[in-house]
């Protein structure tokens, strides 16, 4: 039967009251159930985006395996748009490369250049492997998906997306493979969307293609509690809102790219997080949709949904600020002139008689000297006594739907930690997380501690596929 027979498809509304992420789920079970039973030209079908990030295509069998579960997904009647990253550490070693070629900052525009030949490396392998296997495919650069963004090379934005090329494979019955993390920008210079980057490009598809689900396939089962690599009984989230995902992504937890957890959110795209190492179904993430029933019966209850971590922190404390209006608003303005972002900022009550008092802020490692900088040149003009800076500090940040509200989350939290030794440097919280900074060398024994604390240990141990790490 030709396959332009088989486009008929009923397809679920999205934004629908009902349950429809296992809604999605039922369909693409029972579908291929139904389409032995439907006439022949009325087949039941969803349209999916799947990503496969690095560790699912580092090598040739993990290519293949790919390709197989991508042709299983097709033969079910699927209409099947894909996103690809680099294969395994391919983008760091690019990276490596260009050190090594010119030490100096390298220009924006080729490292660009540079780095997204990894995805275009592993589309063009996909296709080849799909088409192996008897089903038809074609992959397209970021520019050829329609992936349109600012100019600011190695962190663009997108501005614009507009997938025809792949609309009109898809409806020729191909498989569309995308090269994640690229776009082109208004001076159709090469761009990309930053390390990470492909998760963002799979999530705008599925919302620009208006796809049933966006799968994004790892080398993990799904969302854990905790990173598994450094707590290996950590439990699998079955279902979790887009809004805990979002301050989990945010505090350091590596599973998602935070920008396409923040685009899911706006365009209202289903996510499904799972590994292509194994059948297991992963972790749902909800939009737009209020809790369900067994979240209800236990609303009254602080919802923990996991523990992000972040190690690759420091931090910057002015001493001695005279505590006056303005101070703060300073020392933070100096700091972002400079570009950097900074995450936690603490000001201690002024107790001493000469009535100043001390500013904190954690930062990315990586931006530490920049901004202690920054702010050593206010020091003599505002007249604080020091700056000093910590490399080397850990958060961990406890999230959960309702925590702020309820004290006995954070003693049990910080009585963990007493219980393990470890000193908490900082702590602020939000509605729906807690977080503390502890010295690096002690974060996996915080982030273990305060796992068993909340009894969220499983008894069988997360398994990691693949990965290096890296
Ligand atoms: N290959 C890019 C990176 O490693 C983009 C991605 O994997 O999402 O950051
Ligand atoms: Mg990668």
Redesign the pocket.
Same mark, same amino acid.
């Given at each position: 039967m030709p396959e332009d027979f088989q486009r008929h498809t009923c397809r679920y509304v999205r934004n629908s009251p009902v349950d429809w992420a296992s809604l999605v789920n039922t369909v693409v079970e029972l579908q291929a159930l139904f389409s032995a039973l439907l006439p022949q030209n009325c087949t039941l079908m969803a349209l999916l985006v799947q990503k496969f =990030? &690095?560790s699912s295509v580092a090598d040739v069998e993990a290519m293949k395996r790919v390709a197989r579960r991508i042709v299983e997904t097709r033969k079910a009647g699927n209409d099947v748009a894909v996103v690809v %990253?680099?294969m395994g *550490?391919? $983008? *760091?070693d690019l990276l490596d490369l260009a050190k090594a070629i010119s030490p100096g900052p390298p220009p924006e525009r080729e490292m660009d250049m540079l /780095?997204t030949a &990894?995805?275009r490396i592993s589309m063009a392998l996909l296709a080849m492997a799909i088409e192996d296997l008897g089903v038809r495919a074609r992959s397209f650069t970021g520019e050829q998906a329609g992936m349109r963004t600012d100019k600011s090379h190695g962190r663009a934005r997108l501005l614009d997306v507009t997938p025809d090329r792949v609309k009109a494979a898809l409806a020729e019955g191909y498989v569309a493979i995308v090269a =994640?993390?690229q776009g082109v920008s208004e001076d159709e210079d090469v761009t $990309? /969307? =930053?390390? &990470? =980057? %492909? *998760? $963002? $490009?799979a999530v705008a598809l599925a919302a620009a293609l208006d796809a049933n689900v966006c799968e994004i396939y790892t080398d993990v089962d799904g969302l854990y509690t905790a990173d598994p690599r450094i707590v290996p009984s950590a439990s699998r989230v079955t279902r979790i809102t887009i809004e805990e995902t979002l301050e989990m992504a945010a505090q350091g937890a590596k599973i998602l790219?935070l920008r396409a957890v923040e685009y899911a959110r706006r365009f209202n795209v289903p996510l499904h997080v799972r590994s292509s190492f194994s059948d297991q179904e992963g972790t749902w993430i909800l939009v737009g949709r209020p809790l369900t029933s067994d979240q209800e019966e236990t609303m009254e209850e602080p919802l923990i949904s996991g523990i992000a971590h972040d190690k690759s922190l420091g931090k910057v404390t002015a001493v001695g600020i005279p505590d006056q209006p303005g101070a703060a608003a300073k020392v933070v303005g100096a700091v972002a002139a400079q570009g950097v972002s900074i995450d936690m900022i603490v000001q201690n009550v002024s107790t001493s008689s000469a009535s100043t008092s001390d500013i904190s802020f954690t930062l990315p490692e990586s931006e530490g000297a920049a901004a202690v900088a920054a702010v050593r040149e206010l020091q003599h003009e505002m007249g604080f006594a020091d700056v000093l800076y910590t490399s080397h500090v850990g958060k961990l940040s406890l999230v959960g739907a309702g925590l702020r509200s309820n004290p006995n989350v954070a003693h049990r939290l910080f009585g963990a930690l007493a219980d393990a030794g470890i000193n908490i440097e900082m702590i602020s919280t939000s509605e729906i997380r807690i977080s503390v900074i502890t010295d690096q060398t002690d974060l996996a024994d915080a982030v273990r501690s305060v796992h068993t604390a909340f009894a969220l240990d499983a008894d069988t141990e997360a398994v990691v596929y693949g990965g290096t790490g890296r």
């Open positions: =990030g &690095g %990253s680099a *550490d391919t $983008t *760091d /780095l &990894g995805e =994640g993390f $990309t /969307l =930053g390390r &990470g =980057g %492909s *998760d $963002t $490009t790219h």
